[in-house]
């Protein structure tokens, strides 16, 4: 099994990071612009829905930990997204794991460096600077 991880630390409190992590509108904010939420679950479309990764919460522990099992998705399947946030003195910690991974291919690379790039949007929108969702709702590209 293959992991992802990031750490980075948010110059806001935990509830308002929490927010964004475990919440379909949150969501909007820094991962996708196209979230629905339907019986509990979050379902995020990608490239006109040609992508689809529905998420059901595994675990919910504001302000400081959630946890979503992905069901659907190329290699997402059975994987688990696991945010846990520790208050500092400047803010808050924010770590982040995309676990359970079957084998470390090239998709496995391109998704380590989406991660990257959507912590820094998760710190920008709770820092009050946000630069919107990632994946636009019809764009191809990002």
């Given at each position: 099994m293959a992991d992802i991880r990031h750490s980075l630390q948010i110059a806001a409190p935990a509830d308002e990071i929490y927010a964004l992590i475990a919440t379909a509108q949150g969501m909007t904010a820094w991962w996708?612009?196209?979230?629905?939420?339907?019986e509990g679950k979050v379902e995020l479309g990608f490239f006109n829905r040609t992508t689809t990764y529905r998420l059901r919460m595994l675990a919910a522990e504001p302000p400081a930990r959630c946890e979503w099992l992905c069901e659907t998705g190329q290699e997402?399947?059975?994987?688990?997204?696991?945010?846990?946030?520790?208050?500092?003195?400047?803010?808050?910690?924010?770590k982040f794991t995309h676990a359970g991974w079957q084998a470390e291919t090239d998709y496995f690379v391109s998704c380590t460096t989406t991660w990257g790039e959507l912590m820094f949007r998760i710190k920008a929108a709770a820092e009050g600077h946000p630069?919107?969702?990632?994946?636009?709702?019809?764009s191809l590209a990002y």
């Open positions: 996708a612009a196209d979230v629905t939420e339907n997402w399947t059975g994987t688990r997204l696991v945010f846990s946030l520790e208050a500092t003195k400047s803010g808050t910690l924010v630069r919107g969702p990632l994946f636009l709702a019809a």
